[in-house]
């Protein structure tokens, strides 16, 4: 099987710019959480949903920040504009189940760089 | 807000030495996980512990819950240049009442052959 697939790997943007951020779970997975990670604050929870609904948002920066799951194979982190400190490895991360001992399978992560 | 302090933050050792790394709170967690993260890859899942006192052991790494849990250690006999990564501790926030997962502040290991 496929573990979660992010794209893109990498980008680079200006200040400014709109940048979107894409995931796929595993197949199956009805929880899907979005984390930030950089050097200062470590991994940080942005979002989570569960069956495609929205749960807790409270980790989201401010309102540059939004996210979308419009189907349970596909969601998507949106900056607009960005600023040069969004810069940071965003990662998705999908589970099953409602149990907080599940394993939480993360992506490869989207290293965004915002000039 | 619960915190997941670890230390030490950063460790470099040689081929075969043995390493304890910690994660502390000063909060009761109901369970807690150990994450390694490789460079350039997302965190993975090593263990979870979910009773007090628990110990387990996967290899040549032994992880302990702390009697109150508040607190874990992992512990590496004879580490390996492939052992080397970011060691992360992560829980459920407020005792499992929310579905989301905490996570430490981070150990940086490095093992040199």
């Known amino acids: 099987d496929a573990g979660v697939i992010q794209s893109p790997r990498h980008e680079v943007t200006e200040m400014g710019q709109e940048v979107t951020l894409r995931c796929k779970p595993i197949?199956?997975?009805?929880?899907l959480f979005w984390y930030r990670q950089t050097m200062m604050r470590g991994l940080e929870l942005l979002i989570y949903?569960?069956?495609?609904?929205?749960?807790?948002d409270s980790g989201m920066p401010e309102d540059r920040f939004s996210a979308k799951m419009p189907n349970a194979s596909f969601s998507t982190l949106k900056i607009q504009p960005s600023e040069p400190r969004d810069s940071a490895v965003y990662f998705c991360?999908?589970?099953?189940?409602?149990?907080?001992?599940?394993?939480?399978?993360f992506g490869e992560g989207s290293r965004l760089t915002v000039l | 807000t619960q915190l997941l302090e670890q230390s030490p933050q950063f460790l470099s050792i040689q081929e075969g030495e043995n390493l304890t790394v910690y994660c502390n709170s000063s909060?009761?967690?109901?369970?807690l996980q150990w994450y390694r993260q490789e460079p350039g890859e997302g965190p993975v899942l090593l263990v979870t512990?979910?009773?007090?006192?628990e110990v387990k052991k996967l290899k040549r790494l032994t992880f302990q819950f702390g009697d109150a849990r508040k607190d874990s250690s992992l512990h590496i006999t004879a580490a390996q240049p492939g052992d080397t990564g970011l060691y992360l501790c992560?829980?459920?926030?407020?005792?499992?009442?929310?579905?989301?997962?905490?996570f430490g502040t981070g150990t940086l290991l490095a093992v040199q052959p």
């Open positions: 991360a999908s589970r099953t189940g409602g149990q907080n001992t599940g394993e939480l399978f």
């Open positions: 512990v979910v009773t007090g006192g």
């Open positions: 992560a829980g459920p926030e407020y005792g499992g009442a929310t579905n989301k997962l905490i």
């Open positions: 197949s199956g997975h009805d929880y």
């Open positions: 909060s009761v967690f109901s369970s």
């Open positions: 949903f569960n069956n495609n609904v929205p749960i807790d």
